[in-house]
């Protein structure tokens, strides 16, 4: 069964600490990874899609890695500021009509 | 660019009534299109996905149904609504291929009251 989890669910930070978010996966046949945030009773923003064929992604301040030998990705989020609070979902791809999502990290970023 | 447009954004009903989300996308086409479902806390649940026009295939036995009428046009129904049908609706819109990001609408809270 491919399960996605994140921990810890919830975070607090002060401003302008680095910070790293987690996700594991069961299963390594990922076809991709991909980082998304939510804003309260918001949709969902994708904010990093790493292939399974790659290790990493940058933008911004923002650099998401993938291992899949280990069934695991990083979310690193540099100089945090309070506008970044908000919940991250990462979601495993394993074709193109099958995504697996965590539940989420919240953020919240202290001025 | 590609765009995507869910309405209503929130929703009360009552048990036993009707139910229809609509879904369309713009700057695309023959998308693949997707219905999750988020419950608080919790993570995304794939309900539906279309590959294209009529084409539906459904991850778990429930309620509701879906349609995809046109191209660009993702309908999610019921015919009578059950309390636990509350929740967050997200339609998604997504590309054939691993590099593609998944696309989202903005949402509809639905309460079953």
């Known amino acids: 069964k491919q399960e996605v989890t994140q921990i810890p669910a919830a975070l607090s930070v002060p401003e302008g600490e680095n910070l790293v978010l987690n996700c594991s996966f069961t299963d390594s046949a990922i076809y991709n990874l991909q980082w998304f945030r939510q804003d309260p009773g918001k949709g969902l923003t994708s904010l990093l899609l790493i292939q399974s064929s790659q290790r990493e992604q940058t933008s911004g301040r923002l650099n998401a890695s993938l291992d899949k030998s280990s069934g695991r990705s990083t979310l690193y989020i540099a100089a945090s500021q309070p506008g970044d609070s908000a919940t991250y979902l990462c979601?495993?791809?394993?074709?193109?009509?099958?995504?697996?999502f965590g539940a989420g990290t919240r953020l919240t970023v202290k001025p | 660019s590609q765009t995507i447009h869910q309405w209503p954004a929130t929703l009360v009903q009552p048990v036993g009534s009707p139910l229809s989300l609509e879904c369309t996308v713009e700057g695309t086409s023959n998308p693949n299109l997707y219905w999750y479902r988020q419950a608080a806390g919790r993570g995304l649940q794939l309900l539906f996905y279309?590959?294209?026009?009529?084409?539906i295939s459904s991850e778990v036995p429930q309620n509701l149904s879906a349609s995809r009428p046109q191209d660009r046009q993702f309908i999610l129904s019921s015919k009578k609504l059950l309390l636990s049908d509350s929740g967050f609706y997200l339609c998604a819109w997504g590309g054939q291929l691993s590099n593609e990001k998944l696309l989202f609408g903005s949402g509809t809270q639905l309460s079953v009251l």
């Open positions: 979601a495993g791809g394993y074709n193109n009509n099958d995504m697996r």
């Open positions: 279309s590959v294209g026009i009529g084409q």
